[in-house]
């Protein structure tokens, strides 16, 4: 089955450290996106990858990194930089579900909770 | 500004009751729109997707309505279960982009 994958789904790190986030698609999707959810909040753009070795930074990039070396994969490091990490992580792919014309579609991980101890 | 505006931002019903979450929004070009349910700690799941001629589509006890001229869309949960507790976001597709409304946290109480 055709999917989006994150792992791991908990993980956790020490203050100071660089942590990276996985992302894997295997749904043949150009474009690529990570988001950022906190606690009763809405989802916050962090990077995203509309093709291969291209990306582009989002509303709140500071203190994240990206690479997007492959198609299939768009991982994320949150450096030591990034003050308050702990936090929900959604990756997700876009494309066209179907074929159908006008049925653009965002397909979601099953997020990677984030916590600083 | 492409923007997508949800209220409420929360809602506490009872079970067995009827809600209606409202979605405004001011993105353009219009290709569709998604009503997707999140439980906490999970990804957003698609419920319904409606496009620029379609008024009105259901999936169950979900119904969803598009005012493509007013630029609104609702979706009514009937008869609601304790299952529904969840964030219900409101996401608008251009052709290559998609913008996310902020959110209903629905509180289903027995």
């Known amino acids: 089955d055709g999917g989006i994958t994150q792992s791991p789904k908990y993980l956790f790190r020490k203050e100071g450290q660089n942590v990276t986030l996985s992302c894997e698609q295997n749904l043949n999707h150009d474009a690529m996106y990570w988001y950022r959810q906190d606690p009763g909040q809405g989802l916050r753009l962090i990077y995203y990858s509309q093709i291969v070795n291209d990306f582009q930074k989002g509303d709140i990039a500071e203190g994240y990194s990206v690479s997007r070396e492959k198609k299939e994969s768009f991982p994320l490091t949150v450096t030591s930089a990034q003050k308050n990490p702990t936090a929900f992580y959604l990756c997700a792919s876009m494309g066209v579900r179907d074929r159908v014309p006008g049925h653009t579609e965002a397909f979601f991980g099953q997020g990677t909770r984030l916590t600083v101890v | 500004k492409n923007q997508v505006e949800q209220s409420p931002q929360s809602l506490i019903i009872l079970e067995g009751k009827n809600c209606t979450l409202q979605?405004?929004?001011?993105?353009?070009?219009?290709?569709?729109l998604r009503w997707y349910k999140q439980d906490t700690g999970r990804g957003p799941v698609s419920l319904t997707i409606?496009?620029?001629?379609?008024n009105t589509k259901s999936n169950g006890r979900y119904t969803a309505t598009l005012d493509a001229d007013t630029k609104q869309s609702s979706l009514h949960i009937t008869a609601s279960q304790l299952s529904d507790s969840a964030s219900y976001i409101c996401?608008?597709?251009?052709?290559?982009?998609?913008?996310f409304g902020s959110g209903t946290k629905l509180n289903v109480k027995p």
């Open positions: 996401v608008v597709y251009t052709f290559n982009k998609f913008y």
């Open positions: 409606m496009t620029f001629s379609e």
């Open positions: 979605c405004n929004y001011t993105v353009s070009p219009f290709s569709n």
